[in-house]
């Protein structure tokens, strides 16, 4: 099966086609921040899923 690299997001009444691209190492801090933002209270949790590991998965999601 071939990859395409898009979708579409449906999320809170907005629609989008979307375009999935790999993040730039450069915005990790930006999103590790944010995440512990939203998920302060599950300190135990937070930490585990902020590794190199998991950062080398996050994908930017680009409106097409």
């Known amino acids: 099966m071939e990859s ?4 579409r997001v449906d999320a809170g009444g907005v ?3 979307v ?3 790999e993040a ?4 990790y801090a930006a999103v590790d921040t944010a995440y512990r ?5 599950y ?3 937070v930490e585990h899923v902020l590794t ?4 080398i998965s996050t994908l930017r999601l680009e409106p097409r």
Not at 24 to 27: L, R
């Open 19 to 21: 375009a999935f691209r």
């Open 4 to 7: 395409r690299h898009r979708g």
């Open 15 to 17: 629609q989008q086609n």
């Open 52 to 55: 190199d590991h998991a950062r």
């Open 43 to 45: 300190t135990t949790i």
């Open 37 to 41: 933002e939203k998920y302060c209270r």
């Open 24 to 27: 730039d190492p450069a915005e």
